[in-house]
């Protein structure tokens, strides 16, 4: 159970280095983590300089902090350097999340087929590898096992199952990624949203992520999120704008070095 790391030979080997890296970092406020790479959390004030060594060092590095129509200028330094870069649209809570959460799950429950687990220290390692295939099923990139079971990181990690069969279906997650008191601590990470094609529709994403903030918002007290959507990503950004989580013209930007990672970090 210490070493449980998913997704391709290159993203487990980068991951493996992200958390050695984190075991270092943890304390620096300038940066995040929720398992998959460290996040600067401003790469406006910290820029090229403080982005580079996470890259160099742990293969890939993700930063926020970047206003959309500057992407595409601050993607070519990077390239310049010899990085290979990606992006999304960051997102965060706009309107009263925890709100509208709450009136997701009076409104609507999940079908009567599926319950749901979260996974803790001791769950067992077929619920921690299950939710893994769940994420990758949907090429979400799910987080080591030291962070989706809370020990380097506090956080929420849901798995829905069907009761006959047992089969995992869908998944969400929240971490606390930034330190309190700094730009982002007073957000959380949310996502890891993936739900298996044969049961999309259904609203179990919807509930599912409405959950996870409940359930974050007890044990942290923590109401607004944030995540980053693939441009594009229409079902993700309407199941986000539901719960009150949208793009306001800022950019996650990641900067990958092609000689230990390249490809996407995740969906
Ligand atoms: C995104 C994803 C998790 C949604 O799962 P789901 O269980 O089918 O979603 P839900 O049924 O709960 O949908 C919730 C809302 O999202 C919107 N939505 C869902 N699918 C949609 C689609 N294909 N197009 C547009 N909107 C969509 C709808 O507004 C829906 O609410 P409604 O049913 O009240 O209209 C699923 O498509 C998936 O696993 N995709 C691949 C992984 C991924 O992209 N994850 C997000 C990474 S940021």
Sequence with gaps: MTDEYFGTPAQIAMMRRTSALWSLLKDHPDYGFYGRSVMLSDYGAGGFEAFEPLI???????????????????????????????????????????????????????????????????????????????????????????????????????????????RPVACAAAFDSFKRGTQRGDHAWWGMLSTVPDRRGQRIALILGAMAMLRMFEKTGLSKFFT??????ASSTALCAKLGVAHTGWETIVGMDPEQFSGQLTA
């Design 56 to 166: 160099r060092l742990s293969g890939a590095g993700v930063a926020y902090g970047v206003r959309t129509d500057a992407a595409d200028e601050e993607k070519a330094t990077l390239a310049g350097a010899g990085f290979h870069t990606d992006s999304y649209g960051y997102c965060h809570t706009v309107e009263p999340s925890i709100e509208l959460a709450r009136e997701v799950v009076g409104r609507h429950a999940l079908p009567d087929d599926l319950t749901v687990i979260e996974i803790d220290m001791e769950s067992p390692a077929a619920d921690v590898s299950d939710l893994a295939e769940v994420a990758l099923a949907g090429g979400v990139l799910p987080s080591p096992g030291h962070v989706l079971r809370g020990r380097t990181v506090d956080g929420v990690v849901l798995l829905a199952r069907e009761v006959g069969t047992g």
């Design 228 to 233: 980053s959507i693939r441009h594009g990503n």
